[in-house]
């Protein structure tokens, strides 16, 4: 009896603690509101972006032909390849200008129209082997929902870059014409008008081994934007993040800058994974 007794006793006691701790606030953090660390090519994430930008020398290419977009073992394998020997390329520039016959090929994807958000964090944890040579333009960067280059599937997809609501900004971006093992992250500046983006002013460029995988993020803190490299802040766009107020969505790209031949079959950029997270208060 006295077991039974002290058991009905404590058991208001035991709910009323329960009940609390239920009803306990989430503490502030980060939370994440997207993730991908590409198990599959998950179409609700992602889609090929076919266009023709910057006088690149390559042509994009769908549906992971010759391997431009490969997922395996659990990552992402973004390339370039050469076939070599010419093919014809259906990519067309903004004023709808074809792109010449090339023999390389390249893959880009873009979560646009599909995975887009308000300000926030991006990060994306890749790498890049034997970096550095000539014609290399492997890219992981954001870009306004409100974009009017392809694909073009909303009816208010229809704003220039870099105006606001089609603004960029590079987390990684390596050039190869400043040798390997290193990068330019950035916030381009608009200048007002249709394709005015000054390049240069809001730019670091970074020292990092680009073979091993690296954390390259950017995230927004009151009005600023702070690029971060592993968590660490390695620099900081002051007061610009307010100018990027509209939903962006992210690009996976490598880019073959110039006419430079390729001295090996392909380049490879490995994405491990990708997410996006949030400022829980």
């Not at 709808?96 to 958000?117: L, M, V």
């Not at 603004?167 to 007002?192: M, V």
């Not at 802040?233 to 100018?243: H, L, Q, T, V, W």
Request: net charge negative.
């Amino acid at each position: 009896m006295i077991k039974i007794w002290i058991a009905a006793a404590l058991t208001p006691l035991l709910l009323a603690c329960a009940d609390t701790t239920l009803k306990q606030p989430q503490s502030a953090g980060w939370t994440v509101d997207f993730f991908d660390d590409f198990e599959t090519f998950n179409t609700a994430n992602w889609q090929d972006q076919i266009l023709w930008v910057n006088d690149e020398d390559h042509c994009y290419v769908r549906d992971n032909e010759h391997n431009t977009r490969e997922v395996s073992n659990g990552t992402l394998k973004i390339r370039v390849i050469d076939l070599g020997e010419k093919r014809p390329c259906d990519n067309l520039n903004k004023f709808g200008k074809q792109h010449p016959d090339t023999q390389y090929i390249a893959g880009r994807i873009a979560s646009k129209n599909r995975q887009e958000f308000v300000k926030g964090r991006w990060t994306a944890r890749l790498k890049v082997e034997a970096s550095g040579q000539p014609g290399m333009f492997p890219a992981w960067w954001l870009l306004g929902a409100l974009n009017n280059e392809p694909p073009v599937e909303e009816a208010d997809e229809t704003v220039c870059w870099p105006m606001t609501g089609s603004g960029e900004i590079d987390i990684f971006e390596h050039h190869s014409d400043g040798g390997p093992d290193h990068y330019a992250a950035r916030a381009i500046k608009s200048l007002g008008h249709c394709g005015g983006g000054d390049w240069q002013e809001l730019m670091l460029v970074q020292a990092a081994k680009l073979a091993d995988y690296h954390e390259y993020a950017v995230e927004w803190v009151g009005s600023d934007l702070v690029f971060r490299l592993d968590g660490v802040e390695i620099y900081r766009n002051a007061r610009e993040g307010d100018k990027f107020p509209e939903p962006l969505f992210a690009v996976l790209n490598f880019a073959k800058i110039n006419a430079s031949p390729m001295t090996v079959p392909s380049w490879t950029m490995e994405v491990d994974w990708v997410k996006h997270e949030y400022w829980q208060d």
